[in-house]
Structures are given as C-alpha cells and as structure tokens.
C-alpha cells in the first residue's frame, strides 16, 4: 500500500503560499486510479484552500461544491488529486442509482459468482476519494445510506457475510451538484431532486462559479496558442453574456438554458483554428461547438450576441 508524503502547497500548484506550508499525499505516483494531470491547469487560491483544508482534517465531514454547470467543480477535484497522487473513485450519479452498486454486488465469472466491491467500499479500504459527480440526481433514499461511513462509522456489507470495512484514516467523500440540496427552482437542470437534510447536515459546502476572465483568459491561450489574443477577448466577452443571460441576471431579456462552459469555450476557440480560412468560421465552430444543440430562437439569439462583439470578424472571408 502507498505511503504518505509531504508536498509543498506553493511548487505542487504553481500558487503563491508560504514555503513550508505542506499537504499529504501519497508516495506512489503510478497508481491506475490517480487522475490524469492537465498540465498548465490554474488553481484558484480560494477554493484550492478550501479544498485543501477539508483533505487534510475532514473532520466526520463530506464535502459538496456547487455552481453552474461547467464551472470547474469536478476538474477542481481530480487536479488536486493528480498532483497529490491521491487515486479517485469516480461515479456519476442518476435517478436510479442504488446505494448496493456503490457497495459492491457479485457478479458471474467464468461459471460462478464473485463478490466485486464497489466504488465506496474500494475508496474507504484503501483511502481513496469518492467522487458522487451530479449527486442532486440520485434518490434522496439510497444517498442516505452514506450518512454513517461519512461520519467515519464502519461499513457493513451483509451480502458478503457481514464483511466490515473500517474506513482508511485518508478516506473522504466528496459531491458536486447543480443545488446544495434544495432542488432546482429554476428549471435549469432537469432531474435534480430535493436531498435528504440529514445527508446535506454532513457535507461542508463551497460555491465553485466560473473562472475569472484572467484565467479563462490564460487556459484558452495554453490550448489554443495559435489564435490571436483580440479573438480570444472576443470570445470570452460572448462567454460572459451568453452564461448571464443563462442565469438570468437580464430581466428584459428571456433567459437561455444552455450555457457556455470554459471546456466549451475551449471547444470554440479550439475549432476556429481548425477550420481556419473557411466562411464565417467564427460562427460555424460556435455552431459546433454550442449553439447546434440550442433552439432555434436561442441559437439565433447567441449567434446575434457573437455578431455584435465580433464585428466585421463575424462576417464571410473574402
């Protein structure tokens, strides 16, 4: 089993801290469960410190980090695992997930049947962080079932002959969400349900928004490097109508239901390079990228956004 180690908060996050602040981690680097490294990825101080404090001392506490879609909430997670070769167990949560599938189940091999653990019993053996990734979409009921081991209480698996697994001291569960439990009153995000207080009462909470303009700014630049600066402002100023208008900040205005991601900001950026020189391309990646999957009228509308901030850009190519 991997050993724990030191890491020095201000050279693992390329962050300005104290330099004899530190972290745990684990020593093994090559273990298959530890989340890719996006090289260049930028922290931001305040939610990199909160995340920080809670893999440190969870006290019998979940964390759960909520925002818009896209703003970061899970890469925020497996970042600082990558780094801190903390391996994760993943799952992304839904309606008719059941609390047995995160626990184990045992499963036909080669004739007969074999008890396979789950991603929550897999994480609290051996220390790993459990990730419930859109946790506001899975029944109240069987999430409820997690109360205990969160509280650091021993997990029982009765269908395997009353097997008890003592949480590992580095075990931490964490959720991410588009609520903090309350269900959706904006109608934004379809099948978010209402979560059990008691489940919520265990979970510190942080908000996760999106990136500020300097750093959507430099990550665009990273992944495209090719592509002018006066285009990327271009773009991140149709970003940040097109997600105002998402979460209605414009009462005169009706508000979109889609929104635009820094992965899908990205995503634009990334393709206006690759059809570079063709008609319109400003406006045909934005197609591919977003608006393809709009409504008429939202698509037309966000197209229209994208015409007045980009100007004579937006036009065809001569």
Not at 224 to 244: D, N
Request: charged share 15%; net charge negative.
């Amino acid at each position: 089993m991997s050993t724990l180690q030191p890491f020095q908060v201000s050279t693992t996050f390329n962050v300005q801290a104290h330099p004899e602040l530190e972290v745990l981690g684990f020593s093994d680097a090559h273990h298959p469960q530890i989340p890719p490294r996006q090289d260049g990825y930028v922290f931001r101080h305040a939610l990199l410190r909160d995340v920080l404090a809670f893999l440190h001392d969870a006290g019998g506490d979940g964390l759960f980090l909520t925002g818009p879609t896209g703003s970061g909430k899970t890469s925020l997670i497996t970042q600082i695992a990558a780094r801190l070769n903390w391996p994760v167990q993943s799952v992304t949560c839904h309606g008719r997930l059941e609390l047995q599938a995160l626990i184990g189940q045992f499963v036909l091999s080669h004739g007969s049947t074999q008890f396979v653990h789950g991603p929550l019993s897999v994480a609290a053996r051996d220390g790993h962080l459990l990730i419930l990734n859109e946790s506001d979409l899975m029944d109240p009921s069987e999430l409820a079932g997690l109360n205990d081991i969160i509280e650091g209480q021993p997990l029982v698996i009765a269908e395997h002959g009353g097997e008890v697994i003592h949480p590992h001291p580095q075990f931490r569960v964490m959720a991410t969400g588009n609520s903090v439990g309350s269900g959706d009153g904006s109608g934004l995000y379809q099948g978010v349900l209402r979560q059990n207080l008691a489940f919520m009462d265990r979970f510190r909470v942080i908000q996760v928004d999106y990136p500020t303009l300097e750093i959507e700014q430099a990550v665009v630049q990273r992944a495209v490097p090719s592509l002018p600066l006066e285009i990327i402002h271009k773009m991140l100023v149709v970003a940040l109508e097109i997600r105002r208008l998402f979460l209605g900040a414009d009462h005169e205005a009706p508000a979109l239901t889609l929104t635009m991601s820094t992965r899908t900001l990205v995503r634009w950026a990334t393709l206006a390079i690759t059809f570079k020189g063709a008609p319109q391309v400003f406006e045909y990646a934005l197609s591919q990228a977003l608006t393809a999957r709009a409504e008429p009228e939202q698509r037309e509308a966000i197209h229209r956004i994208a015409a007045d901030v980009f100007g004579d850009y937006w036009e065809p190519a001569a």
